[in-house]
C-alpha cells in the first residue's frame, strides 16, 4: 500500500513539473496514471483542472475540478478542495472578460453564473452579470443583479452611481419609471 501511495505521489510530481514546463499533454498522461492507481487521489484531479484551464478547455477543466472538489471534500481535504475551487471561480470570471470583449453576452452570463456558484459572490461579479443581462436585454434580471450588487457594496461613490445608473435604466426598460428615479 506504501508503494501504491509512492508511486501515486511521484506521477503527481511529474505531472506537476511537465505543467509547469508547458507539457500539457504529458502532464495529463502523468495525472492519469495516478488516477488510475488511485481513483481517489484529488490532486491529480488539480492538477487536471490546471492543465485544462491552460488549454483554455472549459469543459474539461471543470468536469476534472468538480470531481477533485468531491473527492477532496469526502476525504477531508479542504486545502486542494479550495484550490480546486479558486481556480474554477477565477476562470470562469476571466473568461466572462474574454466573452464581454467580443459581446458575447449569452456567454459572459454562463461564464459569470458559474463563478458565482464557485463561491464569486462580490458586488463586481453581480454587477457584471447585471451586464450581460443587459446586452441580452434580460431586464428583470438584470434588475436582481444590479441590486444584488448594490447590497453587497460596491465601495466608492462612483462605483455606486455607476450601479445606480444601470439599475435605473433597467427599470426604464421595463416601464417602471418611478422606480427608475428612485
Not at 481535504?77 to 477565477?90: E, F, M, P, V
Request: net charge positive.
Amino acid at each position: 500500500k506504501r508503494a501504491k501511495g509512492t508511486k501515486v505521489s511521484i506521477m503527481n510530481v511529474q505531472g506537476n513539473t511537465a505543467l509547469s514546463q508547458g507539457n500539457y499533454d504529458e502532464a495529463i498522461g502523468y495525472f492519469d496514471q495516478a488516477i488510475q492507481i488511485n481513483p481517489r487521489y484529488a490532486k491529480a484531479l488539480l492538477g487536471k483542472t490546471l492543465v485544462y484551464d491552460k488549454l483554455g478547455d472549459l469543459e474539461k477543466m471543470e468536469e476534472a475540478g468538480i470531481m477533485g472538489m468531491e473527492i477532496a471534500t469526502s476525504a477531508k481535504d479542504n486545502k486542494t478542495a479550495g484550490t480546486i475551487k479558486q481556480k474554477l471561480r477565477s476562470t470562469f470570471f476571466n473568461s466572462a472578460q474574454a466573452k464581454f470583449q467580443s459581446d458575447d453576452f449569452p456567454g459572459a452570463e454562463k461564464c459569470l453564473s458559474r463563478s458565482i456558484q464557485y463561491g464569486n459572490n462580490n458586488a463586481q461579479v453581480h454587477y457584471q452579470l447585471g451586464l450581460a443581462f443587459e446586452g441580452q436585454k434580460k431586464w428583470n434580471e438584470a434588475i436582481e443583479s444590479f441590486s444584488k450588487s448594490v447590497e453587497l457594496d460596491m465601495g466608492t461613490d462612483a462605483e455606486k452611481a455607476k450601479v445606480f445608473f444601470k439599475l435605473g435604466g433597467a427599470y426604464e426598460a421595463v416601464g417602471n419609471s418611478a422606480k427608475a428615479c428612485e
